[in-house]
């Protein structure tokens, strides 16, 4: 069965957390914060993707 590519979830914040929803089990939630405008779950491989026109924050 082939394996199906990631979630990419389009967020308006640089900070975004995950605890995997949608799979059976999920995972502990952990925030992330993007980087370059992205950043992967290192749990579940879900993107999260900055929404065009958004803005960074500033460091």
């Not at 900070?15 to 929803?21: F, K, L």
């Not at 995972?27 to 992205?38: E, F, I, M």
């Not at 779950?41 to 500033?58: D, E, I, N, T």
Request: charge should be positive.
């Amino acid at each position: 069965m082939p394996i199906s590519p990631p979630e990419i979830k389009e967020v308006d914040s640089t900070s975004v957390a995950c605890d995997g929803n949608g799979l059976v089990l999920g995972h502990p939630r952990v925030y992330l914060t993007l980087v370059d405008g992205k950043v992967d779950c290192p749990y579940c491989g879900r993107q999260f993707k900055l929404k065009a026109g958004a803005r960074q924050a500033a460091h």
